[in-house]
């Protein structure tokens, strides 16, 4: 047996990027069909529609999608406009599906549950790469199909796929018990369930930005509701990172949200508990209490926010051969480069078909999907991403091997806010000489006295001085 070329690549996902994969696609001519589980393009972002992204317009539309746009009349958006995820849906994706041409591609409440390959399962080794992939496809109905496709583009995202309360990874003892008064993610406090959070005593598990966006929320409505009482629960002892860099974040809207966390901190309007890790939730008359791993216990609470990150689903592909980082679940290549126990900055090199490539041929996961358990993930990553890759399956090698993105400089390190301080020192000691091979002061000194890079021998300086600062331990 040997794949149809006929076949078309199957995208899986109707967010940006899978939205962009399938218009690049189109652009070169190769057949393609989209498969979204939602009732429209964009269903998961709608979820979080309410929350303004860190970065602008201008970042946040894909080349290929925009010259599709532009041919049916298309007006985008100003280049330098935040725009909420309502607002990415609406002004770009809906549009953007809506063109003769993607429509003919796009099926929604389309599920696809499985990936494997025609006939042959993850054991058998001959004649592998020969057999079509195979997705089943679950309808809105319940009715089941087998589509065939020659490669799988897999933007099906993490949105789906919460992490847990409890700090091993797991669910926290009682937590799916508790699940009435849990919420995972950044719920809407401010309009759709604002009487749900209304005179409650609320606690936040969570130390990243997905938590930043929900207690500044919940304190905004604490103005106009001094019944709310809010608790803040972190695992680390040290705020610093999701404080981040202040002014300093050259995605001024991410660092004006860890400016704003700090001031709320210290405005004494919550209660902070560091070094909290959640073990166990137990219901009582008077609400729901936490315990953590050393037995401290809080609460009473009535409303809880579960914001600790998200991960990817991995046994949709389970019969597939997938090369992953053994710890943050993204292709093997790239979990060396976005690792938050090394990076603390908020940037990759951009990266394309070999750093996503997997032991089964063929088969990519890309945006978030792409980055697996990491934190923090760029939607113009995600399209040159599918920009790479797309020309790889279109036979054009020299342009896929290319890198066509300039990423801003986004990444700011974790820094102590008497580093903060002193504008002339900067990130990591400030910037490195213009000849010397390092991405900043610390990593200058530290390469000048025999080390790899910022001052341990673990650590490794950042790929390019664009890209980001200087990476260290966390």
């Known amino acids: ?118 006939g042959v399962d993850k054991v058998v080794t001959r004649g592998r790469g020969d057999h079509p992939f195979a997705l089943t496809v679950e309808q809105m109905s319940g009715d089941a199909r087998i589509d065939l496709a020659r490669a799988v583009i897999d933007a099906s995202g993490t949105w789906s796929n919460s992490n847990p309360m409890g700090a091993s990874g797991t669910p926290a003892i009682g937590e799916p018990a508790s699940r009435h008064r849990i919420a995972y993610g950044i719920p809407d406090v401010l309009r759709a369930e604002r009487a749900v959070y209304a005179d409650k005593r609320v606690l936040v598990v969570g130390g990243g930005h997905s938590a930043a966006n929900a207690l500044l929320d919940l304190a905004r409505l604490a103005e106009t509701d001094a019944g709310i009482q809010l608790t ?56 729901a209490t936490l315990t953590s791993t050393s037995e401290t216990t809080i609460g009473p609470f009535d409303r809880i926010i579960v914001a600790t990150g998200l991960r990817p689903d991995l046994d949709m592909t389970r019969e597939l051969r997938l090369d992953l980082d053994p710890w943050l679940e993204c292709p093997r290549a790239l979990g060396p480069l976005i690792d938050p126990n090394l990076h603390s900055c908020g940037s990759v090199r951009p990266h394309g078909h070999k750093e996503l490539a997997h032991l089964e041929p063929d088969y990519y996961a890309v945006g978030i999907k792409s980055y697996g358990r990491a934190p923090t993930f760029l939607m113009a990553t995600g399209y040159e991403q599918v920009r790479s890759i797309t020309a790889r399956l279109a036979g054009d090698h020299a342009a896929a091997d290319e890198v066509r993105l300039i990423l801003p400089e986004t990444g700011v390190c974790s820094t102590s806010f008497a580093r903060a301080k002193q504008p002339e020192a900067g990130c990591c000691g400030g910037p490195a000489k213009a000849d010397a091979d390092a991405c900043c002061v610390e990593d200058e000194t530290a390469k000048a006295g025999g080390k790899s890079g910022c001052g341990t021998a673990e650590a490794k300086p950042a790929a390019s001085k664009a890209a980001a600062c200087c990476p260290v331990p966390a």
């Open 232 to 287: 803040w629960a972190v695992r680390s002892g040290s705020l610093v990172r999701v404080f981040g860099g202040g002014e300093a974040d050259k995605l001024q809207a991410r660092g004006q949200l860890g400016t704003d966390l700090k001031h709320l901190v210290e405005s004494g309007r919550l209660n902070l508990v560091m070094n909290f890790s959640a073990a166990r939730v137990d219901e009582t008359a008077a609400g």
């Open 1 to 118: 047996m040997s794949p149809r070329s006929d076949l078309p690549v199957a995208v899986i996902g109707g967010g940006p990027v899978g939205l962009a994969a399938a218009a690049h696609l189109l652009e070169r001519g190769v057949p393609v069909r989209l498969y979204e589980s939602g009732a429209s393009v964009g269903a998961n972002i709608r979820a979080w529609g309410h929350v303004r992204l860190f970065s602008p317009w201008g970042f946040n539309t894909d080349t290929a999608a925009t010259a599709l746009l532009r041919r049916h009349g298309w007006q985008q958006p100003p280049a330098d406009v935040l725009p909420t995820g309502h607002a990415l849906v609406d002004a770009y994706l809906a549009p953007l599906a809506q063109t003769p041409e993607m429509r003919e591609v796009i099926e929604t409440n389309a599920k696809v549950r499985h990936v494997s390959r025609q």
